[in-house]
């Protein structure tokens, strides 16, 4: 049987504040987070730590770029460094804890190990990414025209932390674009075959809590998330659980392409192709843990095996409006250099298949999804 492990030791508290009295953030410390986040719940708690905000140094999804200009505007050598934000701040956080960051594209391409040299605390303000348990920073390498995730054991959290309350101010798109991509972790994760009895616990379970909340927000309104939020930063914690043991794969791996020259939002590009990848999946395998996965949504949403991911593609509609590639602007003529960049750059994810996938097959789903 393949390991399990649950590396950072998790913490959940009601408010900011509880937070704030029991870790002591200080002068030892810095802090990465946001400055909507810092004015709305930091701000006045009188915290002593060095604090950068993220957006200073541009908008979007992090890159190498960025990186650079962050660490380069950090002072002196923080003993902790403690992240507050989405999963965007808590990746590059990740690298902030390694004694050596630069060059950030050597270190992604192997070219020095990552050890880790600092307490690393991380906070996130969204339900989806579930980085606050997981070894695995995603950065846009800009010169290299990609998205590329690394993974080390040293870039484990030593302390996850949960509070709820951060999620209140989330706008509905975003806390929808964050919960399914929760829901795509604990789906991948379900069916790599690196899986086991016990990482699908958790891969199942959230799939469960995810969809059951979107069920009654599809009833009762866009309003209602706010009810939800508690279970959501559980369910995407759990589906982190699971993925940093048995990995994502295909769905994430094709959407990096979107993600790194179009800019669209990582949860919602996983969106855009999940439909994609999982009818060539069944087109190729319809037994094995695809059809427990099938039985188990079919359960879950009330209806027949066969309908699962009809159903399923249904109910995040109501969630969050789906679009074909073209509508981000991606021109057909591309659809072969995304194709040829996934089995070039993304071998750490598509090893992680259901079944095998292989270049004419990657292009064949983006034609699909055009």
Known sequence: ??????????????????????????????????????????????????????????????????VERIYKDITGTPKRIIAIGGGSVLDIAKLFCLRRVTPVVDLYEGKF???????????????????????????????????????????????????????????????????????????????SPNGNEITRIFSYKAIEMILKGYTLIRKKGEDYMVELLDEFS?????????????????????????????HVPHGEANYAVLSGVM????????????????????????????????????????ILIKKRLSEYGVKEAELETFAKSVIENQGRLMKNNFVKLDEERVLKIYKELY
């Open 113 to 191: 190990e990552p050890i880790k040299d600092k307490e690393l605390i991380l906070v996130p303000t969204t339900c989806g990414t579930g980085s606050e348990v997981t070894n695995i920073a995603i950065l846009e390498l800009i010169g290299l025209g990609t998205k590329k995730g690394l993974s080390s054991k040293e870039m484990f959290a030593d302390s996850a932390v949960l509070i709820p309350e951060l999620l209140k101010g989330l706008p509905f798109k975003v806390f929808a674009s964050s919960s399914i991509d929760a829901l795509i972790h604990a789906v991948e994760s379900a069916l």
């Open 279 to 318: 009818s060539n999946y069944l087109e190729i395998k319809t037994d094995g843990e695809i059809e427990i996965l099938e039985s188990f949504i079919s359960d879950v949403l009330g209806c027949g095996k066969k309908e699962a991911f009809v159903k399923l593609e249904e109910l995040l509609g109501c």
């Open 234 to 262: 559980l369910a995407s914690l759990l589906a982190g659980i699971a993925f940093s043991n048995a990995g994502c794969a295909a769905v994430h791996a094709l959407s990096y392409p979107l993600g790194a020259k179009y």
């Open 1 to 66: 049987m393949n390991g399990f492990m649950v590396r950072p030791s998790v913490y959940k508290f009601e408010t900011v504040r509880d937070f704030i009295n029991d870790f002591k953030p200080g002068k030892d410390d810095f802090i990465l987070t946001t400055k909507p986040v810092y004015d709305f719940n930091l701000k006045g708690l009188g915290i002593e730590a060095q604090i950068k905000f993220y957006e200073t140094y541009g908008q979007g999804e992090p890159s190498d770029e960025k």
